[in-house]
């Protein structure tokens, strides 16, 4: 019991950063209806970005200035990369964004060379775990796991109480009804880059931050924080945190209870079977339109 | 108020506008009749900004507004309630209605409208919580001409409000149409495959065919003109 809710707390920490990037994923797609592929690659960058912030500052205001780059660039790349492709079908974009992905890599390895880098973590972060009865929880851990909260919320916040929020979520669902109400969907469009790419910055950090910052760190969490997305329902930011904290969780258990080598196939495998019952994930919208 | 001269547009190579001259009076109610592909869509659609048009004048108020988008063209005082009604059925009611005062910024003012709009059509008010998309075909209907209603328009662009509804429903749509031009001094351009209705409300009617206006009277001369009487009225 005592080694299960280890693992479970485990999971959860690993399934946290799985969570942002998840939400960065939602984000793009429930606006546009496109993956964006080259998400984790885009975080990657802006973290090389904040570690030449983090030699003259600390973590948090490093933070903060990376997710201000992260939100100009996301806007950018919308604004000029994807644009000119909106009109065409969604693979084109989807492809679009393959390019990129494949771009940030090269450019990341031409500037910063291969070799991983140590990364500063913030001091709240460092010191020794916490135990909570028979558990142990890093501190890094637990601040990871809060940084997601605190951005779900303010996510939440901004979606469902603001005026700026409604007006994303009408261009989500009809953008030509919402042009006749009066919204400029292309900056909503933009701004929904920008959002995520800020969100992603904040995941490419505390992921820099967790092991160390390297090229090739967001592949593979990519790939969990797209499944966890598909898990939770790829237009769902609330399923986004779900189905990343339960694909880490997931991971954790079958490594521990099965074999180390099969954590990432039992993770799929899961996602395979909700979404035969689910096929729009845990918490995604069921299309339905009266004619 | 409202002119067009000369106006053309097409969808890709698809001419759907070959030249639509049309006027709407202040506080006027225009008719657009004529045949499924006509243009009497893309007539509206060029209006509010959705169709670029690629040849002649729209002029409302005094102003060009053929260059404009329809971020813009909403914020002069032209709201349309467009074909197939295209709510957001994901939202509710009430933000349905909020997001149709999205130019405004007098939040006290908003409010009072959106109760002003619940009394024209009172099943909005009682729904207000509830999700669009779940909403009736004619309910539906209301809450795409209550969401127009919102931007405070001046010229209100109305595409087939009968389109899909029982006539009993129609009927009640179009008393309460006719009492908001009448109330609110609202000029109104509508455009409606049931001519019988579209006359009998309107004093100006306009008839299109491939694009162009072939026929343009008052509404009360359409109704005793041979042909639209045996094409529209069915007598």
């Known amino acids: 019991m005592e080694e299960f809710l280890q693992q479970v707390v485990t999971g959860i920490s690993i399934g946290s950063i799985y969570a942002i990037v998840a939400l960065a994923i939602v984000l793009i797609y429930r606006s546009t209806a496109v993956v964006n592929f080259a998400q984790g690659e885009m975080a990657m ?81 460092t010191g020794s775990p916490l135990d909570v009865g028979t558990i142990t929880i890093s501190r890094l851990n637990i601040g990871i796991l809060a940084i997601a909260f605190i951005i779900m919320v303010a996510l939440f916040l901004l979606f469902n109480y603001t005026k700026l929020g409604l007006a994303m979520r009408a261009t989500a669902q009809n953008p030509t009804a919402s042009r006749l109400v009066g919204i400029n969907t292309s900056r909503m469009l933009a701004l929904g880059w920008a959002l995520s790419a800020t969100v992603g910055a904040i995941a490419g950090m505390l992921t820099a931050a967790n092991q160390s910052l390297s090229i090739d760190m967001m592949l593979a969490i990519l790939l969990f924080a797209f499944a966890g997305a598909v898990l939770g329902g790829l237009d769902s930011p609330g399923g986004a945190i779900v189905g990343g904290l339960a694909v880490g969780v997931i991971q954790a258990l079958a490594g521990t209870y099965i074999s180390s080598q099969v954590d990432i196939i039992a993770a799929f495998f899961v996602i395979v079977a909700v979404l035969m019952v689910r096929p729009t994930g845990l918490f995604g919208r069921r299309v339905m339109r009266r004619v | 108020m409202l002119s067009l001269r000369d106006v053309h547009a097409s969808y890709g190579p698809v001419l759907a506008l070959r030249g639509v001259s049309l006027d709407v009076p202040d506080r006027g109610v225009v008719s657009v009749l004529g045949p499924n592909g006509a243009g009497k869509s893309s007539t509206l659609r060029a209006i509010s900004g959705v169709l670029r048009s690629s040849h002649g004048e729209i002029e409302f108020e005094g102003q060009r507004v053929d260059r404009m988008s329809p971020e813009q063209i909403v914020r002069l005082g032209i709201s349309q309630v467009p074909e197939g009604r295209q709510i957001f059925g994901e939202l509710t009611v009430l933000e349905n209605l909020r997001l149709g005062a999205y130019t405004r910024r007098d939040g006290a003012g908003v409010k009072r409208d959106i109760d002003r709009v619940c009394t024209y059509f009172p099943v909005l008010g009682e729904r207000r919580r509830q999700e ?33 509804l029982a006539p009993l429903l129609v009927r009640e749509i179009f008393k309460i149409i006719k009492a908001i031009n009448v109330e609110e001094g609202l000029a109104v351009l509508l455009v409606e495959q049931d001519a019988n209705l579209a006359l009998d409300i309107a004093q100006h009617g306009y008839l299109l065919e491939v694009g162009r206006v072939v026929l343009d009277d008052e509404a009360a001369h359409l109704r005793q003109n041979e042909a639209v009487r045996r094409s529209y009225l069915g007598y």
């Open chain 2, 132 to 164: 669009a998309g779940l909403l009736s075909g004619g309910e539906q209907q209301m809450l795409a001409i209550g969401r127009a209603l919102m931007a405070k328009p001046k010229l209100l662009l109305l595409d087939e409000p009968s389109l899909g």
């Open chain 1, 45 to 125: 960058f802006t973290t090389f970005i904040s570690w030449s912030f983090l030699l003259r500052m600390d973590f948090w205001p490093a933070l903060i200035l990376t997710s201000l780059v992260a939100f100009a660039l996301g806007g950018a790349l919308e604004m000029i990369v994807m644009r000119p492709v909106e009109k065409a079908s969604h693979l084109n974009s989807v492809v679009v964004t393959l390019g990129l992905l494949a771009i940030f890599n090269s450019v990341a390895l031409w500037r910063y060379g291969p070799l991983p880098r140590p990364f500063e973590k913030p001091e709240v972060f």
